[in-house]
């Protein structure tokens, strides 16, 4: 792999199924961010980790939740998913947290 | 509140000139970026900049006046794939990049 990789592509989900996304990079990248992008508005951080062992929360983490155990995975958890959650969602790293953000290719998520 | 505004959608000639203006109100002032999306695929970096002034890349300009709170995107000689979003960002206080909606650029022939 070159870059960063996300998987599933995209997915249709009933509410109130518990789903996780996967992000992967070979960049060895310290920094790692998940956002989500809905119609007419900005990116919107959801979570993010400077290093590996550590995370935090962005913008809008309610309803989510990650793990960062190694430096390469970065994944995100809906726990039990709702109609609101339906977006395209982005996984990105960056060479530190100073630096630009590469991004995956996203994953489209539809809640019914 | 932080607060990203870009026009949302310009149109342009090919061959021609566009600016595409970004105006930020933020809590701290860490650097601001460019970032160019095609419709269905990823942001991709364009530029930076963090002090006041011009940075040149190419047919691309990103100009920066910290003091007005406003950036712009120049693009020269426009060319049909340039037709995509551009996004404004800025890093504010928790080196947390804030975006903007981003701006629909429509080319014509």
């Known amino acids: 792999i070159a870059g960063i990789t996300q998987a599933p592509t995209s997915q249709i989900l009933a509410a109130g199924r518990r789903m996780t996304l996967r992000c992967t990079q070979d960049m060895r990248h310290n920094a790692m961010y998940w956002y989500r992008q809905d119609l007419g508005l900005g990116l919107r951080l959801i979570h993010y980790s400077n290093t590996a062992g550590t995370t935090g929360k962005g913008e809008v983490p309610d309803g989510y939740s990650v793990s960062r155990a190694n430096t390469d995975d970065f994944p995100l958890t809906l726990a039990s998913a709702v109609p609101s959650q339906t977006s395209v969602y982005f996984c990105a790293s960056s060479d530190g947290e100073y630096n630009e953000q590469f991004f995956g290719p996203g994953t489209r998520l539809t809640v019914l | 509140g932080q607060n990203i505004d870009q026009p949302t959608e310009m149109t342009a000639t090919e061959g021609a000139i566009v600016q595409i203006n970004c105006t930020y109100q933020t809590s701290g002032f860490n650097g601001l970026f460019w970032y160019q999306q095609h419709a269905g695929e990823a942001p991709t970096f364009l530029s930076y900049n963090v002090l006041d002034g011009l940075e040149e890349k190419g047919r691309f300009s990103s100009f920066l006046s910290r003091s007005k709170g406003y950036s712009y995107l120049l693009l020269k000689e426009l060319q049909m794939k340039d037709s995509a979003s551009y996004l404004c960002?800025?890093?504010?206080?928790?080196?947390?990049?804030?975006w903007g909606a981003g701006t629909k650029l429509i080319i014509k022939p």
């Open positions: 960002a800025v890093r504010d206080s928790n080196y947390q990049l804030i």
